[in-house]
């Protein structure tokens, strides 16, 4: 590999994390996929908040189909994806995570970070009395542990992993 292509090569995975973070601050749903105990999937949209650092949160009811997914097998796989864009320009961050409901200390984090995201937005804050007690709301987290972005290279369905971090 020649210093040029070192440098490109550099360069494209600068702009492919510049483009991931971008998309991540900017798209407030992001696309969860599931499954229950004997494998079958399920996807959903959830609001989210990022922390920057590979914690996505957002609060669901805990009797919802995810959530009970969630509870059984922890793995999930999700998708933040901009479909604002014209055809054939989209671009989303995909990304391979474990997901779990917070408690405790853990929590509080979460709430801080949604919140942040919720006022930007237009929203309020959140507190423990919004997600506990005789509510059924809850709050989760997935934690990513690997990224990727289709790569824009004339194959189709062919994603390069980007590095963020987390």
Do not use: C
């Amino acid at each position: 590999m020649t210093q040029n292509s070192r440098n490109e090569d550099s360069s494209q995975a600068g702009d492919r994390q510049a483009q991931a973070r971008a998309i991540m601050d900017r798209i407030s749903y992001m696309v969860l996929g599931t499954a229950d105990a004997d494998g079958k999937p399920w996807a959903t949209p959830v609001y989210f908040a990022t922390d920057g650092r590979g914690a996505f949160y957002w609060v669901s009811s805990h009797e919802a189909r995810h959530s009970v997914n969630i509870a059984a097998r922890p793995q999930v796989g999700i998708v933040i994806f901009d479909s604002t864009v014209p055809i054939g320009t989209g671009q989303g961050v995909y990304m391979d995570a474990r997901a779990e409901q917070l408690t405790g200390d853990e929590l509080d984090m979460g709430l801080a970070v949604f919140s942040e995201r919720s006022i930007r937005d237009g929203g309020s804050v959140w507190t423990r009395r919004d997600i506990a007690g005789d509510t059924l709301i809850r709050m989760y987290r997935a934690m990513a542990s690997a990224y990727s972005m289709l790569a824009k290279d004339g194959q189709p369905d062919h994603r390069v992993a980007v590095s963020l971090g987390g």
